[in-house]
């Protein structure tokens, strides 16, 4: 069964930083435009940063400098980088093949808590 399994979640007061990661023990990430996804109480799920077979990225306006996405071909893990968190962006964290048809069941997601 193919699982997305995220992780490095956890609390911390605003301006802290956390390292997410994102691995899959049943596919290889490598030809795939990789993203990650969060989803706040309430909200839809929403991008926040993708990025490129290349390790070329984007990133959503809310999080452009301040998030680096990254990806270990080796190891078959994408990362996420966050910094100078904010309250905003508390929600649960998931990552995913970036193109919708070709997209894998949703993991569970790792939450991240930005509180003081």
């Known amino acids: 069964q193919v699982e997305l399994v995220e992780s490095g979640g956890g609390l911390v007061q605003p301006g802290g930083s956390l390292r997410l990661s994102c691995t899959c023990s049943?596919?290889?990430?490598?030809?795939?435009?990789m993203a990650w996804y969060r989803q706040a109480a309430a909200k839809q799920r929403e991008m926040v940063a993708a990025?490129?077979?290349?390790?070329?990225?984007v990133y959503a306006d809310s999080v452009k400098g301040r998030f680096t996405i990254s990806r270990d071909n080796a190891e078959n893990t994408i990362y996420l980088q966050m910094t100078n968190l904010k309250p905003e962006d508390t929600a649960v964290y998931y990552c995913?093949?970036?193109?919708?048809?070709?997209?894998?069941?949703w993991g569970r997601g790792t939450q991240v808590t930005v509180s003081s």
């Open positions: 995913n093949i970036h193109d919708k048809e070709s997209q894998l069941p």
């Open positions: 049943s596919i290889i990430f490598g030809p795939y435009v």
């Open positions: 990025i490129f077979s290349s390790g070329g990225a």
